[in-house]
């Protein structure tokens, strides 16, 4: 995995944890948090998320190890995903996290309405990934520059979520609420509002 910039000293934002959905129980008696933290680096501030499961990471199955760098479909196997939104504006950014070490990171206008000229018109985004493994617990944390998420001094709605896949091949959803009978991450009545992560970042440090 690539490693993080170097930073400052963090500032904690938010922890979470994550439920998963009644409709895909998953078969192993996991726990999974998310940890949100505001750090500065050579390159500017970012937002750290720490995903953790806890359990029987021995019965998990993880991508393969890849080369860093973009690529689609990485939520039909485990991974780790964030969607960010300014309250009481219909687009968001969803942004996804494979233990594998590779990313992606789509704009959409309005729910599931991919908005392709706002992705060409974004900075480019390389978010680097560190993943930590033992016998009972999974580390995946990565590290967002700030200008790859929406306007930090207006309040966020955000999404946390993680897709777990076990070795029998059975997928399991997980969220901070489920508002639907299926699972649905682009649904915002499973996100919600951070609104102490928004006072952090309105006044975000310089390196």
Known sequence: MTNAPTSS????????????????????P???????????????????????VLGDIGRLRLPTPM????ADGLWQHTCFEAFVGLTGDAAYREFNFAPSGQWAAYRFSAERQRDAAAEAAQAPVSPPIELHA???????????PLNALPDPTVRWDVGLTA??????????????????????????????????????????PTP
């Open 9 to 28: 000293a963090r500032r904690p934002a938010a922890q979470h944890t994550l439920v998963c959905h009644p409709a895909t129980p998953c078969v192993l």
């Open 30 to 52: 996991l726990q999974i948090g998310v940890d949100l933290s505001l750090a500065g680096s050579a390159a500017g501030p970012g937002l750290v998320l720490r995903y953790e």
């Open 67 to 70: 080369p860093h760098g973009p």
């Open 134 to 144: 033992a016998a009972d617990r999974l580390c995946l944390q990565v590290w967002l």
């Open 163 to 204: 897709v777990i896949e076990t070795t029998d091949g059975q997928l399991s959803y997980w969220a901070l609420q489920h508002p639907g009978a299926r699972p649905d991450f682009h649904h915002r009545g499973g996100w919600q509002t951070l609104t102490g992560l928004h006072a952090l970042l309105s006044s975000a």
